[in-house]
């Protein structure tokens, strides 16, 4: 009896001490992972980098939106950190008037989704050009295509100002939609170059098959590769929309003072702040500027980015899948 | 015979199509490259009358590197901050992307919300951000870091060091598209690597070294050199601003403006060779290529 016992107590104990390896295997399985990137402990130390590094990276729009709602009095007071006492939209009135918003909000609309439309169809017609057809001194062009890519506005700005003053375009939007005409502009040779990788991609067969049906080179383009090039033209367009948008320095140079877009008018938004509430202090109340109503401005100017990037997100966000821009 | 009308017919075609950049890169980049070219040896006045050239030699740029009082001191400065930046912008971008390729959920939102500062940086807004002390890190401010490399660095890459740290977020700002660039580039090497890699006992740490790394070397040297054009090219920097003041001041004029812009061109491209020297060769074993 006695002797059954012990061999009894020993097995359990064998058990206990293989569940307890078993268990232990499990814990470690489930904290570290099998591969050492799949365990929980790996996990919440990714989540935790991605959420704190992704918080700091934002920070500076939150900070932003935060401080334009701010009052004088909430501006003032150490207490008051991320949420105002009050919401303050006072300031974003008073920017409004600054920035004369519906004015270069209009000049703004002009300068970009033109020379943006312009660049997205001839860039298309260029990247095709050097993606599908061989041709004496193509690798000269393309060679000449990323040089300019380096080759800073400065160098040719001051020749194309003068360029531009003779033929009297200045202070209107051609000057960015006459180079984005002729596949040149801003950043242009980044848009070649997706259009040319995306066109790659595309098996010969398609073009081919067209041919025999009788299609030209144009027809069978605008027909059959630009319908399915959707996600390139998308991606380009959106890209050199938001460019054109944010662009102030030639846009300041090229427009002078008839026209000002919404970046040109936050240049200059202490002046124009002075010239607007100066004369209000006739009327007894005394308006200053303070850093809620520049943010307050600040907010409204990149508001429309913000909204076309929440609705087209997915298209900024899959450039590189979609279009292929690394190459291989 | 066919065949050469058929290539003929290619060729012809080929150049129909990319016409309209010829003839834009003639017009609006050629002829404004020698007509500056030209301008930056002159002394130029322009009147109602037409543009007045007066020949100077290499005066413009003898007087923009002995005596202008400010350019070379600009210039300076802003390429030691790229130089500084450069590094912070890669690894930064190189460690979000390592961090967005692991298996997590909300992928996508994690690449909108390091994409974001793309379509919002210009440089009108960050100067904003920048004037009211957003961009500064909190964290930086506590741990002395600041009073250390103000008592530590000779000032000459101090200043530009500490203008960095006071600017770090919306410098980082500027990853967004390498960010991408590197997803792009991790998510084409081949898992089955990192498999064997792991059965053969190979710690994570020993992964991203001997296989990560070197598979997307290319990628780096792709993101070095559009973090330069970048930095250059963005309206951010203090240099550009000067060549635009020297524009439209009657004693300096197009002529020196010209000038100035072609020796930061110049500037440019030796940074580029530079980095295209140390990072585009391809003596190393790229298990890339060998997976496939």
């Not at chain 1, 000269?140 to 400065?154: N, R």
């Not at chain 1, 000057?175 to 950043?187: E, H, Y």
């Not at chain 2, 066919?2 to 002829?31: C, D, Q």
């Not at chain 2, 403006?257 to 930061?264: D, E, K, P, Q």
Request: aromatic residues 16%; hydrophobic residues 50%; glycine residues 6%.
């Amino acid at each position: 009896m006695k002797l059954e016992a012990t061999t009894f107590r020993k097995a359990v104990r064998e058990m206990d001490k293989s569940m307890l390896i078993r268990i232990g295997y499990k814990i470690k399985k489930f904290l570290l992972g099998k591969q050492g990137n799949d365990g929980i402990i790996f996990k919440l130390v990714v989540y935790g980098l991605l959420i704190s590094i992704g918080f700091v990276y934002v920070y500076p729009i939150l900070f932003m939106i935060s401080q334009s709602f701010k009052s004088l009095d909430d501006l003032l007071d150490p207490t008051v950190q991320w949420l105002p006492k009050s919401l303050h939209m006072d300031n974003f009135f008073k920017a409004w008037v600054v920035l004369d918003f519906m004015k270069s909000f209009g000049a703004s609309l002009l300068n970009s989704v033109l020379p943006a439309l312009a660049q997205t169809i001839s860039c298309a017609l260029v990247g095709y050009g050097f993606a599908k057809f061989a041709f004496p001194g193509k690798n000269v062009m393309f060679a000449l295509i990323l040089m300019t890519f380096i080759i800073p506005v400065q160098v040719v700005m001051i020749p194309l100002f003068l360029l531009f003053q003779q033929y009297g375009m200045l202070g209107s939007p051609l000057p960015f939609v006459i180079p984005a005409l002729f596949a040149g502009g801003i950043k242009s040779a980044l848009f070649i170059l997706i259009y040319t990788q995306f066109f790659r991609t595309i098996p010969k067969s398609l073009e081919e098959s067209a041919q025999l049906d009788g299609a030209g080179a144009l027809k069978t383009f605008f027909r059959i590769i630009l319908p399915i090039s959707v996600p390139a033209i998308v991606v380009v367009f959106l890209f050199s929309l938001v460019w054109h948008w944010n662009e102030t320095y030639t846009t300041s140079l090229y427009l002078g003072d008839s026209m000002s877009t919404l970046p040109v008018m936050l240049q200059q938004f202490d002046l124009s702040f002075s010239q607007n509430y100066s004369s209000s202090q006739v009327s007894g109340q005394k308006v200053n500027i303070n850093e809620s109503i520049k943010l307050a401005g600040t907010v409204l100017i990149i508001l429309p980015l913000l909204i076309l990037y929440l609705f087209a997100q997915k298209w900024f966000v899959e450039v590189v899948d979609k279009t292929g821009i690394t190459g291989e | 015979m066919r065949n050469f009308f058929a290539k003929r017919r290619e060729m012809m075609t080929g150049y129909m199509f990319v016409s309209p950049w010829l003839i834009g890169f003639l017009l609006f980049m050629a002829w404004p490259i020698y007509f500056s070219l030209n301008l930056s040896f002159h002394k130029v006045i322009i009147s109602s009358e037409g543009i007045k050239k007066t020949w100077l030699g290499w005066d413009n740029f003898k007087y923009a590197f002995l005596s202008d009082p400010k350019y070379l001191e600009e210039l300076l400065t802003f390429i030691k901050s790229v130089i500084f930046m450069i590094p912070i912008i890669i690894v930064f971008a190189m460690l979000v992307a390592l961090l967005i390729n692991q298996p997590i959920r909300m992928k996508g939102f994690f690449r909108a919300i390091f994409f974001l500062p793309v379509v919002i940086t210009s440089g009108q807004v960050v100067k904003e951000l920048f004037a009211q002390g957003a961009a500064a890190a909190p964290i930086v401010e506590r741990y002395g870091i600041v009073q250390y490399i103000q008592t530590n660095m000779d000032p000459s890459w101090g200043e530009p060091l500490l203008n960095i740290i006071n600017q770090l977020i919306v410098i980082l700002w500027y990853s967004g598209v390498q960010i991408l660039i590197f997803l792009a580039g991790l998510q084409k090497v081949n898992t089955q690597i990192y498999e064997a890699a792991s059965i053969d006992g190979a710690s994570p740490w020993e992964i991203f070294w001997k296989i990560t790394l070197p598979s997307i070397k290319p990628f780096i040297l792709v993101n070095i050199i559009y973090t330069t054009v970048d930095l250059f090219t963005n309206s951010l920097n203090d240099v550009i601003e000067l060549i635009k003041v020297h524009m439209f001041q009657i004693d300096t004029g197009f002529g020196y403006a010209t000038s100035l812009a072609w020796i930061y061109f110049t500037v440019i491209f030796v940074l580029l060779l530079i980095v295209v020297a140390i990072f585009g060769r391809n003596d190393d074993y790229n298990p890339r290529q060998a997976g496939r």
